[in-house]
């Protein structure tokens, strides 16, 4: 057999306190200090925590929360979505993991005695290994920290500030410093006790070995001293680094991992329903307190990256709404009224003090407004609620609650919401559509298909809930036509309920008035439930968001299904054949509600990859980075007078891939890329087309026109 020399000899190794043998006691009382400083800072911060904020639980199920806790806070899944900041961002924590374990791991190297055995962790090729790996995840420690700095300071990209302004403070420059100040001493030390000790196998250390040849001629004496020097401002950097973390943008370490734990369990966009209208003497949020704590927390966990800002359509338009600035002003409000709300709270437990002490430590706090001062109005009613900035944010913050708590407090509490927006509203109550067309009039779109309602005959296994849009909206109802005709093609059993269907009201809930939509949500729940209705499919992802997700609060329980779930199982089971060619160039725009909301990404694709004829391509903005049509959030019903129109820059988008066609699946995305094609001046080149209208063209069941024709219809 062929004999294998071993890596090592078994004596490789190092004296862990080399040239420092005397200083543990000192070491040791430095980091006591810097561990108390560190507690202290922790529990202030604690104490401002728990001043302010409703209650809220955020601790049960507590094994789905330590998987998110793993997931995001350990393996941060959602901070690698991007490259440039993920690789970046990944390289110091992993790195600076890795070496803490490394460092704890060195401070355990232990002797157990004979008669037992001898033996140490740092030896032989263990120690080899050990020192190797050591040296790779130092190294991409300063790789990060340098790409860190690159970006922050000569790319400056717009997401790390705001309109063109860098958001960099003095906070962000020690962080990187102190943490490029521990990886690069602790190099140095390295590199100056191999140049001493100079043992045959520190070629393992390969960035110390390295750095070691440069000190050629220095005396071994001076060399010793160095180190000294080194040892003293290495520990210096690294129990600084840890007494500066609560009380600086790293207590992100703490906080981002923890948000992530309390991360909302309930389904995404979900919004929690005002209980009791009878009894509250205001509605919604108009003072921070009234957020509740976990809501405040998330400012805590905010790392102002711009992910959410990088995004959102607000922002971009021109609108002076940004979710990083929402998020860091309620930071700021917070940080200024906790102190007061301390105090308050210590004089409250002395009965002596009640009277007289707490008022004024009251009054100490800050007098500002949160709803029109602190977040002003322009930027609480630019949110489309499109969730980008929940998707793809990167500490799992919420942003979008907060916005419409704070706007049911502007609605409910003051009455103060845009005129339009009130119009739309009485629409809703009088009639249940936007439009305030008369209600009688909702069934008339079906008149000449023969599609019964559920008063004719209940027993089908589908209500077909068609939806204010597909029933009073000129454009609307074509799709409402097509997607029956696919249904009836197919064999499916369905019915509606025609005059006896409401508006599902989720236009009402995102503009903040939550007792309207209650109200409209509750009249519906009452048909369908005298109905029996099991089974729902709607063509509108609004309608299909509040029935899937929002209904159940109010005994409204159903399978829910959007109309692209339903078209692609007919598909897939062979029920529907699509047979005639649709050619162009077609690109599919991406719904809010229908993606982000509710991850139907796959579906329509599958559809129109399943067209003959037609080439399908994707926009640079698409899946969960879609770019939002501008309707979300009641914005369809409110003028757009700042900025840029958020549907013209969608449609410039889909011009940019040379689409004829913009394929949706959802009528206000429908309405606003039609309009987006008609500002944009291509109603000759360029269509807007629901997916039930191709897959109808596809079938034979609509007549086959050139995209510009249908356009011009």
Known sequence: MENVTPIGLGNEGREVFWNAQHFEPILFLLTAVAMAIFAYGVYRRWQLWKAMGKSEVRWDNVGKRIMLLIKDGLLQVKTWRDPYPGIMHGLIFFGFFVLLFGAIFDAGEFHITEPLFNWSFLRGNFYLGFSFVMEVFGLCVIIGVLLALFRRYVLKPDRLGYKGKPDNTADDAIALILIAGIIITGFIIESLRIYVTNPPWEGWSFVGWTMAQAYTGIDFETAKLLHKISWWTHTFFALGFIAYIPYSRLLHIITTPANHFLSSLKPAGYLEPIRDFENAESFGVGKLEEFTWKQIFDSEACTRCGRCQDGCP??????????????????????????????????????????????????????????????????????????????????SIEHVPKIINMRQYKVLTEADFAPELQLTCRNME????????GAHLRADWAKELGIKTLAENPDVEYLFYVGCSGSFDDRGKKVSVAFAKILQAAGVSFGILGNEEGCCGDSAMRSGNEYLFQALAQANIAVMNGYGVKKIITICPHGYNALKKDYP?????????????????????????????????????????????????????????????????????????????GAGGARMWMEEDIGDRINNMRTKQAMEVNADTVAVACPFCLTMISDGIKDNQMTEKMVSLDISEIVAKAMGLEETKPAVDVCAT
């Open 430 to 437: 009088n009639n249940s559509n936007p439009w305030g067309i």
């Open 314 to 395: 607000a922002y971009l338009s021109g609108k002076p709404l940004s979710p990083k600035k929402v998020v860091q002003d309620i930071k700021t409000f917070w940080l200024e009224k906790a102190p007061a709300a301390i105090k308050a709270k210590v004089a409250q437990a002395a009965e002596a003090a009640v009277a007289t002490d707490a008022p004024a430590a009251t009054d100490a706090a800050p007098e500002k407004a949160l709803v029109g001062e602190v977040i002003d109005g322009h930027e609480l009613w630019a949110c489309t609620n499109c969730m980008y900035c929940m998707e793809h944010c990167s500490a």
């Open 553 to 629: 609060n109010f005994e409204g329980v159903y399978e829910v299904y959007h109309h692209t779930e339903i078209i692609a199982g007919l598909l897939a089971s062979g029920k529907i054949k699509l047979t005639n060619p649709v050619s162009g160039v077609f690109t599919y725009h991406d719904s809010c509600f229908l993606g982000r909301y509710n991850e139907i990404y796959q579906q329509p694709r599958q559809i129109l990859s399943a067209i003959p004829g037609m080439k399908l391509v994707e926009m640079e903005r698409n899946l969960s980075k879609s770019f939002c049509c």
